[in-house]
């Protein structure tokens, strides 16, 4: 049995539609947990009224014709691929930079780095680029299968190519871009950084590596970095699902260790929330909790860049 490739511009099921088992189940999926024939084996058990098991796992599985919010064409904005040196991860990476057409030498702007899930940069998180770009940062958004071709265009093999990299040198790449936009002739210097799932993780992992190049960091539903935990000095602003049982468990330590070096953070909890409630192409994604949550995201970097 295999999921379905059916396009569609539908918005996905509701969220109540369907059991949280099978929210739980492709979650373990997404982060390579189980298989795919596992997890397929376990939608066929759910009863699911009305529905069959390929409109559930369909639900369940992006569509990236619903993510666009903001074009590629918008008027306001410049989108172009990159190429940039970095030597502390593969070498040469490619990314997705967005600048605001108002930007100028003479008018600079703040920067957001942007860290995509575990599958490399998709269409949904190009979309978060631009849309920060149309809130007037310059945000660039690398692509970690760079080394590999880029984006496959699926996540099933995005995920499995990221597999296969070495995460010192993805997170090198991440490092190298964050240099690239402190130091872009259109900035002001200024770097905040923004992550989903996995991007959440490194978004974590920058701000303890790089204390004095990230100036702000919003990581959703991202573990914490793995070392140099102690040297963060960014203030952050947390976004956790309420039923993201995997990565809230990690959160308490992570307080506490912010908490003893008087680190600058809030942290919001969202009720009823899925993890990947942002991602806007999935039935896990949850409308008010993500427009509240982006709403909170860029009036931070508006604060904590802009001052």
Not at 15 to 33: C, K, L, M, S, V
Not at 117 to 132: F, H, K, Q, S, T
Request: glycine residues 8%; negative net charge.
């Amino acid at each position: 049995m295999t999921l379905s490739t059916e396009k569609s511009t539908a918005r996905p099921l509701s969220t109540n539609r369907i059991p949280q088992e099978a929210f739980d189940w492709y979650d373990e999926y997404a982060h390579g947990d189980i298989d795919r024939r596992t997890f397929l084996s376990r939608l066929g058990t759910l009863s699911v009224t009305g529905l069959t098991l390929s409109v559930v796992a369909g639900a369940l599985t992006p569509n990236y014709a619903l993510a666009e919010q903001v074009s590629f064409n918008d008027p306001d904005i410049t989108a172009t691929y990159v190429e940039y040196d970095a030597p502390h991860g593969h070498g040469k990476a490619r990314g997705y930079l967005v600048i605001p057409k108002n930007v100028t030498p003479n008018n600079k702007a703040a920067t957001v780095l942007v860290a995509h899930e575990n599958r490399g940069l998709n269409p949904y998180i190009e979309d978060v680029a631009r849309r920060l770009a149309k809130a007037g940062f310059i945000a660039f958004a690398p692509d970690a299968l760079s080394p590999l071709g880029g984006y496959p265009g699926n996540d099933d093999e995005g995920r499995a190519m990221q597999k296969t990299l070495d995460g010192n040198k993805i997170e090198g790449d991440f490092m190298d871009a964050a240099t690239l936009l402190k130091n872009h002739e259109l900035s002001t210097g200024k770097v905040g950084m923004v992550g989903f799932c996995y991007g959440g993780y490194l978004t974590n992992a920058l701000a303890a590596a790089m204390p004095d190049t990230i100036h702000a960091g919003a990581p959703f539903y991202g573990t914490p970095a793995k070392s140099n935990i102690d040297n963060i000095k960014a203030p952050l602003q947390l976004h956790f699902a309420e039923l993201d049982k995997r990565v809230n468990d990690t959160w308490p330590e992570y307080e506490k260790v912010l908490k003893a070096n008087k680190v600058d953070y809030t942290a919001y909890v969202y009720a009823k929330a899925n993890h990947g409630f942002h991602n806007d192409s999935t039935a896990r994604y949850d409308e008010k909790n993500a427009e509240l949550a982006w709403d909170r995201t860029v009036a931070f970097f508006k604060k904590t860049l802009n001052a």
